[in-house]
């Protein structure tokens, strides 16, 4: 390809990292296509990412840095005023037999972290995305191939209920219209955004020397929700402004080996999780009634936040999932292909950084790209620094979001812990 014409960037995946890589990546004036499995998550009929609702995040600063420098300048004024801030942790627990609640701030500055809804955050993404003129959305399409070498990937455009919108992927057709169609598409630089079970990382093994490490952690997770104070049978003293519990709070219900977070909406809600032993769920899947009396014993006063009927509903209803955790390296190939995101680096939610992390590697590689000329030589050697720099940082934070699994079910209540907060504020 001639030096001038525009790098073709397919990107693989729509979630949070391949919409803000796509911004990006328009930015640059590129011709930019983006292919998703699911439908648009901005359609009422799609089924969300896990199959949950929604789930609530942290956003910190990695992320949001990653989307001041994205070159839109609305978007991050539009996403801030999506979420709530959390200055620090509510504990609760109980002591003498009453139920209590400890605020633990974030940090003596009064800095903070925003809650933020994952799916509100990616809409407001592709709505940016949609709106550049150099990007095809392409819906409902599957990653079923890709050749690093010679630059080509394959995908299966599922039957969509909604016509699609886009036109730019049909060249080579293999058709069978009633089902499924096969396409084979062309490109410069493949990103593969697609999350913790990448089929771009899978291509990208057969042709590099990747090293690569999966591992699962033996507890599972599952949402439930916490309706606004006006319809919740029960608050807590803490509760403020239409919330049935402190608004500005990430709350936490740590139990030895278990615990249960709360994270604050918009709508006065709160998005929540069990994370438990399988085996804990295993039990209560085949007795549901030994739920309720599970949740009093280990979460005093959660139950009654959520509503007992709606908690056992919930469990039965939502789905139980597991928690994995990957890490690879290096993140490219050549001068073709790079991963991102959780294809890159899938880690625990412990400490609250997967998507902050996948945000800052589109920020990361961009700067490595823009310090190289865009031709193949410039692109290899921006691709390989960008390996070197993120494949530590990625790793690290896969570990310390290990680390904070302990510090958040256990530690949080430990006396080293206690002792070490008294030390700080005083
Ligand atoms: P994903 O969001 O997984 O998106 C990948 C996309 O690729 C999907 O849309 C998928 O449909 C698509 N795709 C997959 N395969 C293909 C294919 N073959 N062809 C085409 N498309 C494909 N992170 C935080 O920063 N803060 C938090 O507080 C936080 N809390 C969390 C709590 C829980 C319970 C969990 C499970 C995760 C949490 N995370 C948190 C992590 C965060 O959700 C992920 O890191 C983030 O969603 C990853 O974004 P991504 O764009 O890399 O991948």
């Given at each position: 390809m001639a030096n001038s014409s525009p790098t073709k960037c397919v990107i693989i995946g729509a979630g949070p990292a391949g919409a803000l890589a796509a911004l990006y990546a328009a930015r640059r004036g590129w011709d930019v296509e983006v292919y998703e499995?699911?439908?648009?998550?901005?359609?009422?009929?799609t089924t969300p990412l896990n199959f949950t609702k929604s789930i609530n995040l942290a956003l910190s600063e990695r992320g949001i840095n990653a989307m001041r420098q994205s070159?839109?300048?609305d978007l991050l004024e539009t996403v801030l005023s999506e979420t709530v801030p959390m200055y620090g942790r509510m504990i609760h627990g109980k002591s003498s037999s009453r139920l209590s609640e400890e605020s633990q701030q974030y940090d003596v500055h009064g800095r903070f972290l925003r809650a933020v809804d994952r799916a509100i955050l990616n809409k407001l993404l592709l709505n940016e995305v949609e709106a550049l003129p150099n990007v095809k959305l392409h819906f409902?399409?599957?990653?079923?191939?890709?050749d690093l070498r010679k630059r080509k990937a394959w995908f299966e455009q599922q039957p969509s209920r909604k016509p699609e919108?886009?036109?730019?992927?049909?060249?080579?057709q293999k058709q069978d219209a009633s089902r499924s169609t096969e396409i084979e598409v062309d490109f410069d630089l493949i990103l593969?955004?697609?999350?913790?079970?990448s089929s771009v990382r899978y291509h990208m093994m057969k042709s590099v020397r990747m090293d690569y490490e999966q591992s699962y952690i033996d507890t599972l997770w599952c949402e439930f929700t916490i309706p606004p104070a006006a319809s919740a049978s029960h608050t807590t003293?803490?509760?403020?402004?239409?919330?049935?519990?402190?608004?500005n709070h990430l709350h936490i219900w740590p139990q030895s080996d278990k615990m249960f977070i709360a994270i604050p909406s918009t709508d006065k809600s709160f998005t929540c999780t069990l994370f438990a032993p399988s085996a804990d769920f295993t039990s209560l899947e085949k007795y549901p009634d030994g739920f309720l009396p599970f949740f009093q014993a280990n979460f005093p006063g959660a139950a009654d936040l959520v509503g007992r009927a709606e908690l056992r509903k919930q469990f039965l209803e939502n789905p139980h999932l597991p928690l994995i955790s990957v890490k690879c390296s290096?993140?490219?190939?050549?001068?073709a292909g790079v991963i991102l995101g959780d294809a890159a680096h899938a880690m625990?939610?412990?400490?609250?950084q997967g998507m902050n992390a996948g945000l800052e590697d589109v920020r990361v590689l961009f700067q490595h790209l823009d310090a190289h000329p865009s031709n193949m030589q410039g692109r290899a050697k921006a691709l390989e620094g960008y390996s070197a720099e993120r494949v530590p940082d990625a790793h690290t934070i896969n570990d310390l979001a290990l680390a904070n699994y302990w510090e958040m079910h256990a530690g949080v209540t430990s006396p080293l812990y206690l002792l070490r907060k008294k030390v700080e504020e005083f």
């Open positions: 499995l699911r439908g648009d998550l901005r359609d009422a009929s070159g839109s300048d409902n399409h599957k990653l079923t191939g890709a919108t886009a036109d730019g992927a049909q060249a080579h593969g955004c697609d999350g913790a079970h003293p803490s509760a403020r402004d239409g919330f049935a519990t402190s608004p290096p993140h490219h190939h050549g001068s625990v939610p412990f400490y609250g």
